[in-house]
T-cell receptor, first 111, second 118 residues
Framework: TQLLEQSPQFLSIQEGENLTVYCNSS?????LQWYRQEPGEGPVLLVT?????EVKKLKRLTFQFGDARKDSSLHITAAQPGDTGLYLC???????????FGQGTELSVKP | GAVVSQHPSRVICKSGTSVKIECRSL??????MFWYRQFPKQSLMLMAT?????????EQGVEKDKFLINHASLTLSTLTVTSAHPEDSSFYIC??????????????FGSGTRLTVV
């Protein structure tokens, strides 16, 4: 069974603070994706990382993929209330092309 | 971009009845569709994977006779919750993927179905 450990599961911070969410596994991914989900809606893709050591930036969001392709992180700089939501990492395993999700991080940014 | 339509968005049914949820790829052919279940404040749990024209592959612990999946065409997959019980109440989400090499090869998610069994 493939497991994807995501932490922290809950995070409540003040506007302007920085934060990092981690995603770890003992298995190697062919790629890893980060999603954001609003209540009552499906997840929306933020980024896909494929190469070990890869770093991608999306405005105030920075995504890293570990060299061994077993872990990833999402860093948000100067968080804003609009960043509030559920952030999910998801690993793609070669077998069957299944996308397996981490537990999710519920982020709340207070003004 | 690729769009997946999921219907209905909300459904309330009586215990013991069956409910069908549809997932359609609107502008691409989905060779593979995935069905997920999500409890409040929790992540998505993969239930099954279906390829067009073949039987679905269910994840461990998912009852195939209870959650019937049909992927009869390249644009439509359905999930039928049979003999629903209150513990089946959840948020069900589908995801569709096109053929390798296509722009739609990424995973596109539907907007989900909130099922409440009373």
């Amino acid at each position: 069974t493939q497991l994807l450990e995501q932490s922290p599961q809950f995070l409540s911070i003040q506007e302007g603070e920085n934060l990092t969410v981690y995603c770890n596994s003992s298995s190697v991914f062919s790629s890893l994706q980060w999603y954001r989900q609003e209540p009552g809606e499906g997840p929306v893709l933020l980024v896909t990382v494929v190469t070990g050591g890869e770093v991608k930036k999306l405005k105030r969001l920075t995504f890293q993929f570990g060299d061994a392709r077993k872990d990833s992180s999402l860093h948000i700089t100067a968080a804003q209330p609009g960043d509030t939501g559920l952030y999910l990492c998801a690993g793609l395993y070669n077998q069957g092309g299944k996308l397996i999700f981490g537990q999710g991080t519920e982020l709340s940014v207070k003004p | 971009g690729a769009v997946v339509s999921q219907h209905p968005s909300r459904v309330i049914c009586k215990s013991g009845t069956s409910v069908k949820i549809e997932c359609r790829s609107l502008d691409f052919q989905a060779t593979t569709m995935f069905w997920y279940r999500q409890f409040p404040k929790q992540s998505l749990m993969l239930m099954a994977t279906s390829n067009e024209g073949s039987k679905a592959t269910y994840e461990q612990g998912v009852e195939k006779d209870k959650f019937l999946i049909n992927h009869a065409s390249l644009t439509l997959s359905t999930l039928t919750v049979t003999s629903a019980h209150p513990e089946d109440s959840s948020f069900y989400i589908c995801s569709a993927r096109g053929a390798p090499g296509q722009l739609s090869y990424g995973y596109t998610f539907g907007s989900g179905t909130r099922l409440t069994v009373v």
